[in-house]
């Protein structure tokens, strides 16, 4: 792609900057000071997608940033790199780099099936990025658009990107406006893309937006924000006449015993199996897999049809692994359940399948290779577990989920509310010393480097909401 070195170059600039190589540039204190909308004034509005990059470095964002991204060595080992890089090209990041940008750079892509980019920014030192501009592996052009300097890899491109534009500017699209409306007024990088040019390229691909149940797909938009304890990803997809992620309140929440490593929650998948069925690359497989499981769709839609989460606690000498999962007909999910179990014995060999009472409850369960994966049906409930303890602690009046700090933390700097369309928690601070047990106990040796810079994370939550025709989604990572 010919716009590959100037990126590069300015991916370098922002590292070099969170480390004190470099200076100001931008206004004290604020942020790209339009942000997405600014460069959408000249970006087409038939674009595929448009990033925004907030590229000024002295900016609230940035500095939340660089605090957030202290607490990890190897940065300044790859900032070295990066300086050592840029010294062999005779670069500076004060004299040379620092002014050729202003404090917001747009990348924009016209179509589908179009690897080229036109980046959009006001320098400001025109000399400054020209200069920079001669030092690209490949060729580029620049022109003036209305204040703004636009740089291609041809001048084909710029007159295609030109062109475009007399059709209209992002901003002056009310879909883009409306997506992009969503988002927070600051953030470290804002990207928007068109539901009708991503619709063509999933169907390009074999998949058609129906099978995601969105519907009609009419924008995709998201921002990337450093916040207090964290770096938060959330977005909105905008569709017409989707059906399925209705949102629910997670009342199995109040079931998850305390100290629960990884979490994940959904609901009524039966929606989510109709629209495999109608996705082609799925279909051809359906009836070898019904075969194999020994049930059919329409059974395992049933059997999903409430809520169900998934979740993971410590366990020896395994981790315990727990699905539980609501049910209408408690008999119809047992036999769904023995189907399945007489299946797994089948295919792996020399399963023993038995029963056994845990707190009362009558389980089943089948013995593979030493692990002995339980399950029963009680109080609504289906479960399977590969920790029979597990239908004791479910029952107990023990702590909970919700009683944990970390999730506690985790769900208020994510914006998790009383309801959701699903969600995924992880406990990063307790599980990555298990998983780096683990590896130690198989004779892996983890770099200490590797550990050091694990050291810092602590939760991840990913959930997701609809309102209406809109999914709303939200990722962050905490650290510590």
């Not at 062109?163 to 009310?174: D, I, N, P, V, Y």
């Not at 169900?308 to 410590?314: E, K, L």
């Amino acid at each position: 792609m010919p716009m590959r070195a100037p990126l590069v170059l300015l991916g370098a600039a922002l590292f070099l900057a969170l480390a004190g190589c470099g200076g100001g540039g931008g206004s004290e204190g604020g942020s790209a000071a339009t942000g997405t909308e600014s460069a959408a004034t000249i970006a087409p509005g038939s674009a595929l997608a448009f990033i925004s990059i907030n590229a000024d470095l002295d900016s609230d964002e940035w500095k939340e940033a660089d605090a957030l991204t202290d607490q990890f060595p190897g940065r300044e080992q790859l900032l070295r790199m990066i300086t050592s890089e840029l010294s062999q090209e005779d670069l500076d990041y004060a004299e040379d780099i620092d002014p050729a940008f202003g404090p917001e750079v747009a990348i924009v892509v016209l179509g589908t099936g179009d690897d080229e980019a036109v980046v959009l920014t006001q320098p400001d030192d025109d000399e400054k990025l020209n200069a920079l501009l001669e030092k690209a592996d490949e060729p580029t052009v620049t022109e003036d658009i209305d204040g703004w300097t636009a740089i291609a890899g041809t001048q084909a491109r710029l007159d295609a990107f030109k062109q475009a534009r007399e059709a209209g500017t992002l901003a002056a699209s009310k879909t883009f406006t409306d997506a992009v409306g969503e988002l927070p007024d600051s953030a470290l990088v804002k990207v928007y893309a068109s539901g009708a040019e991503v619709t063509e390229a999933l169907e390009d691909a074999g998949v058609g937006a129906d099978s995601l149940g969105t519907g009609k797909l009419i924008s995709v938009a998201a921002a990337l924000e450093a916040v207090e304890d964290g770096f938060k990803l959330g977005g909105v997809v905008k569709g017409e006449g989707g059906e399925g992620g209705e949102s629910f309140e997670p009342k199995l929440l109040e079931r998850i015993p305390s100290g629960a490593l990884a979490v994940m929650s959904f609901n009524n998948l039966a929606q989510a199996f109709d629209q495999a069925e109608s996705t082609q690359m799925l279909r051809e497989f359906l009836p070898q897999i019904q075969q194999a499981l020994g049930v059919s769709l329409d059974q395992l839609a049933a059997f999903f049809s409430g809520e169900s989460t998934v979740y993971v606690r410590q366990g020896s000498p395994i981790p315990e692994i727990t699905m539980l999962t609501e049910v209408d007909d408690e008999q119809q999910a047992l036999a769904t359940l023995d189907t399945l179990a007489t299946r797994a014995a089948g295919l792996v060999g020399g399963g023993q399948p038995g029963s056994a009472e845990v707190d009362g409850v009558p389980t089943k369960f089948l013995q593979v290779q030493g692990v002995r994966i339980t399950y029963a049906v009680f109080d609504g409930l289906a479960v399977v577990t590969s920790v029979p303890t597990a239908i004791r602690d479910l029952r107990s009046d023990d702590a909970k989920l919700g009683d944990d700090d970390a999730f506690q933390r985790a769900k208020e700097a994510s914006g998790l509310g009383d309801s959701t369309s699903g969600f995924f928690y992880g406990n990063l601070a307790e599980s990555i010393p298990l998983i780096q047990g683990f590896a130690g106990l198989a004779g892996e040796d983890i770099p200490p480097d590797v550990n050091a810079n694990l050291a810092p994370l602590d939760t991840i939550l990913f959930h997701a909401s609809k309102d209406g025709d809109d999914y709303r989604f939200t990722g962050f990572l905490g650290l510590k």
